[in-house]
């Protein structure tokens, strides 16, 4: 019998590997089972007095995941492996001062006013042009000099019933980093009994203005600090992407996948195609895109499948559904050895790698993408979960 289920796994993980199958659903594993619980703690005070705040979120289940005040920051998720054991598979800093001066490559963080990039930090809204910080180059990228991972959270425990979450929540002021309308905004991170992350984002303003948030998590699946991810197997619900000049704005095509190395359609390992000379591979210094997620909703209301990824050898398989219509990929490739991680080992380029539920790049200056506007009344609301367990 032993021997027979051990043939049985050995050849599942074959069929992962050729991808001749999609993922199937990936399988909690229970060490043990005890109640959830949430823990606070002191992380650090800033250098103007502030105090910054760890929450342990621990399901019973064998999960746990840390969350810092500065930045919503997801410091740690630790999860089991096939055989139960726990590491954890998210890169991070153990200390506040590296997150301050460090200049993080946004680990963690919730990522906004605008996550992503916007072309010469400067849009027009209403028949008001408004100029942002060119904090990427030319370009304005994630929110700015001061964008939302590096601000404090007011922090609100959740206790529901097999559920403990974080409720953070923030009112950036009109101006802030030049953009219009007052910013009421609540993220939300609930850790479930089934190994799952949800993360639910809510912001409402004053005067029109835009909005696009996500979270910033680097993963990789087989511990951090571990090496490279080039051996996961990724595989992204999306026939189209959407190709980026050489200063990663969008064209505003949205381009086939098909028979490029952008298709992930077909579980692929992230490094068989990374050195590939595809001019987007190049521009991009590998895999640095948005993804069109082929949904069947198109009020994206629904939760639908994004994306797994599949580490082989700790079993471990990450599930990513989103009410987006879109996914940043991002696979790690300013990561240069200069930061040093949560493990004492340092991250070097390709050690993680970002899956980015969003609305896509540059949205306010491409007339042809879903709108990022958000005017008074209306209610910006998105959910993403990154669900955890094994193969």
């Known amino acids: 019998m032993r021997f027979t289920r051990t043939v049985g796994r050995i050849a599942a993980v074959a069929l992962l590997f050729t991808g001749l199958v999609s993922f199937g659903p990936a399988t909690p594993v229970a060490t043990g089972d005890r109640q959830p619980r949430i823990d606070k703690e002191l992380f650090g005070t800033t250098p103007e007095g502030v105090r910054v ?125 030049n953009y219009p309308g007052a910013l009421d905004t609540t993220v939300t991170y609930r850790l479930t009994r089934d190994n799952t992350i949800r993360i639910d984002y809510r912001a409402t303003t004053d005067a029109p203005t835009i909005v696009n948030l996500t979270n910033h998590t680097y993963f990789n699946l087989a511990g951090e600090g571990s090496g490279d991810i080039n051996d996961h197997r990724l595989m992204l619900n999306a026939s189209r992407y959407t190709p980026v000049d050489e200063t990663l704005i969008p064209t505003g095509d949205l381009d086939r996948v098909a028979g490029t190395p952008m298709d992930f359609r077909r579980a692929t390992a992230i490094g068989e195609r990374i050195r590939n000379n595809f001019e987007q591979l190049v521009i991009g210094r590998g895999y640095d895109h948005n993804y069109v997620l082929d949904r069947r909703d198109p009020t994206f209301r629904e939760l639908e499948l994004a994306g797994r990824v599949f580490e082989p050898t700790s079993g471990r398989v990450l599930t990513v559904r989103t009410t987006e219509p879109g996914i940043q990929f991002y696979s790690g490739n300013f990561l240069d050895g200069t930061l040093v991680g949560t493990s004492g080992r340092m991250y070097r380029q390709g050690d993680g790698f970002a899956l980015e539920t969003q609305h896509f790049p540059d949205s306010p200056n491409q007339p042809n993408f879903p709108t990022t506007v958000l005017r008074p009344g209306q209610v910006y609301q998105t959910t993403t979960t990154y669900g955890f367990g094994t193969a």
Request: glycine share 12%; with cysteine.
């Open 53 to 177: 705040d760890r929450y342990t979120l621990t399901n019973g289940r064998g999960m746990r995941v840390r969350i810092i005040t500065y930045g919503g920051i997801i410091q740690s998720i630790e999860v089991p492996d096939r055989h139960g054991r726990t590491a954890n598979v998210a890169l991070g800093f153990n200390n506040l001062t590296d997150y301050l001066e460090n200049n993080s490559p946004y680990f963690g963080c919730i990522t906004g006013r605008y996550a992503n990039r916007i072309a010469n930090g400067r849009f027009t809204l209403d028949g008001v042009t408004y100029q942002l910080a060119q904090n990427n180059g030319q370009n304005h990228l994630h929110g700015g000099n001061v964008g939302f991972d590096k601000v404090h959270w007011a922090a609100t425990e959740i206790r529901e019933r097999d559920v403990v979450g974080l409720a953070l929540r923030r009112v950036s002021p009109a101006g802030e980093e």
